[in-house]
């Protein structure tokens, strides 16, 4: 029973630092979330080949008016709303995003 004791703390520590390493991951303050929603998504658009442009029409599809000039400066400031953002990424053909990855 001793050694079981042990077990379960040794356990509970690794677990801990584990859970401690996965949220180190993630962004620490607005800017870099900002930031890193941007390089992201501009990644993304890369991935699937997709123009700035293209982006417009694509976004049309979804309900949203863009143009040119407001995806760019969107994607610049790394400021757009969470709608906006799943939109973005499923009009490129994107279905799934781990946060990992963002």
Avoid: C, P
């Amino acid at each position: 029973m001793i050694g079981m004791g042990l077990v379960n703390t040794n356990l509970s520590v690794m677990i801990a630092t584990e859970f401690d390493r996965w949220l180190m991951a993630f962004a620490k303050t607005e800017a870099e979330w900002e930031a890193r929603a941007g390089a992201f998504l501009k990644a993304e658009l890369k991935k699937a080949n997709v123009t700035y442009a293209q982006l417009v029409g694509l976004m049309k599809k979804h309900g949203f008016k863009e143009t040119e000039a407001s995806i760019t400066n969107k994607l610049k400031r790394g400021t757009f709303n969470a709608t906006w953002f799943l939109a973005a990424l499923v009009a490129i053909g994107r279905d799934t995003v781990r946060l990992e990855e963002i």
